[in-house]
């Protein structure tokens, strides 16, 4: 049914079956944590209620909404070629290095053509992108086999993926590894949905046709990047200098140290490991890693005046999906980037921290990208419906515990259930359950459907037409039409 270098890799190169890391930053010292965005993925642990992703007691999940970032990929034209210039430079000093930069004497830049490999999924050591998406769909394929059956009618389920290459790869990974081989012959029917400014907003990649958004030289697109460019000069002059220590005949900018810093995720995604991650203090990173928060934070985050409106188009069509229940799609599947996702948080408002100063690194911060949107990030809303009879602990419970524990079980599961009867929407990030501020009443810290709704209606109305703030005309398209099944 599916390759068998991929089922190998999938259940035995990575974790199996929920696939998710153990390592804990709070406990110990994980760079993937750290790598804002640039690393491997890795399931959310600050802002997690729980990490126990199986359905509460006496719940099933009725609906699922997926909306997610391209697998791990190989770095942008623009900051591949900035890394590319840095190693031309490194040559023509002609110099042999010594200290944490010795490595460089015999070191090779990790794409072998970047021209063809700079966007690009990576496809090669334990971090590969096509495995990674495999495994999602994998992970999703465990998760909710009663949502992925033949629908009735014949009909194909809908999914879809912004039109970039490395995102559409990712989508048809993922489709192998959920549906399998022949996905596209008779399951399911990928649509490309375009990254063009005249869509308005019918589209996955609101960025992309927000005007003002695109046009706003001080508050738009390119604010996070002044305000990243100030935080970096708090650190990495320091680190320049460290540099020179061993290597008096360096002189390296801080875009070049940023850029050294960019390579050990990269390099990572490609060969496993890099001897860049070496060359850096813990601080460094911690410090890169708040440059990376800040540039995100500020570009396409809460920190951008844009941002929730940009967000509320994918919300507020999966609200009403949501609203609607099975009756019209059971699994609906979106393929993006991450400057897509992060203004639907902000539209719904998760992790809306206070502002991140530039001055200073802000630690007590609910904002850390490296788990938010690394590659292959995603958010999954669930429908829940609790009530009845459904308990899938309960066979586990006769089984192990005594008559009298299991009776009280009984009990207990009956008076949840008859408080908790109903619809609830459950936010799943990277693999992290998280609450919904001021709606987590529901079972699990979930939010009843009804009040759900209410919460993104009234963000809607705080946040404004997406066609006024993003200074549309009235004639250009108001709404998401696409999503359906």
Request: hydrophobic letters at 35%; charged letters at 20%.
């Amino acid at each position: 049914m599916w390759p068998t270098y991929l089922l190998l890799s999938a259940f035995f190169i990575l974790p199996a079956y929920w696939g998710t890391r153990t390592a804990n930053p709070a406990a110990s010292w994980d760079l993937f944590y750290h790598l804002g965005g640039n690393g491997p993925w890795v399931p959310l642990i600050n802002g997690a209620i729980t990490q126990d992703i199986l359905p509460p007691p006496g719940c099933s999940v009725q609906q699922v909404h997926m909306m997610s970032r391209h697998a791990e990929r190989y770095p942008t034209s623009n900051a591949g070629n900035r890394m590319l210039e840095l190693l031309k430079r490194i040559e023509a000093l002609n110099v042999t290095f010594k200290g944490d930069l010795v490595f460089l004497n015999n070191w090779r830049y990790f794409a072998q053509d970047p021209s063809s490999a700079h966007n690009q999924l990576t496809n090669t050591s334990p971090y590969a992108g096509s495995l990674s998406a495999f495994r999602t769909g994998i992970k999703l394929r465990s998760r909710y086999p009663h949502l992925l059956q033949r629908r009735g009618d014949g009909a194909k389920t809908n999914f879809w993926a912004s039109d970039s290459e490395r995102v559409i790869e990712t989508a048809k990974y993922f489709a192998t590894a959920l549906w399998g081989l022949d996905w596209f012959e008779n399951h399911s029917q990928l649509h490309v949905i375009p990254e063009t400014s005249d869509l308005g907003a019918d589209t996955l990649t609101p960025g992309d046709t927000c005007l003002a958004y695109r046009d706003d030289a001080k508050y738009g697109h390119d604010y996070g990047y002044r305000q990243m460019f100030k935080f970096r000069d708090t650190y990495l002059p320091a680190i320049a200098k460290s540099l020179r220590n061993s290597n008096p005949s360096t002189d390296f900018t801080s875009s070049e140290i940023f850029s050294m810093q960019e390579m050990c995720g990269f390099e990572t995604l490609v060969r496993g490991s890099s001897p860049w991650c070496k060359v850096f203090t813990h601080e460094d990173w911690l410090n890169f890693e708040y440059a990376r928060d800040v540039i995100h934070f500020y570009r396409a985050g809460p920190g951008n005046e844009y941002s929730g409106a940009m967000g509320w188009l994918w919300l507020n069509a999966t609200t009403s999906l949501l609203e609607q229940g099975p009756d019209v799609g059971e699994a609906f599947f979106s393929f993006v980037h991450d400057g897509d996702i992060l203004p639907m948080l902000s539209a719904l408002g998760l992790f809306s921290t206070a502002k991140l100063p530039v001055t200073h690194r802000l630690n007590s911060r609910e904002w850390h990208t490296s788990q938010i949107v690394p590659m292959g990030g995603r958010a999954i809303f669930e429908l829940l419906s609790c009530g009845g009879t459904h308990d899938k602990h309960s066979l586990h419970e006769k089984v192990f515990l005594p008559p009298a524990q299991v009776q009280q079980r009984v009990l207990g599961n009956q008076r949840r259930q008859k408080r908790d009867s109903g619809r609830y929407v459950r936010i799943n990030i990277n693999d992290g359950i998280v609450a919904l501020p001021g709606c987590d009443s529901g079972v699990g810290s979930s939010c009843p459907l009804a009040e759900f709704i209410r919460h993104v209606q009234r963000r809607g109305q705080e946040i404004g037409d997406f066609r006024e703030v993003c200074g549309l005309s009235k004639d250009a398209a108001e709404k998401i039409t696409f999503l359906h099944q």
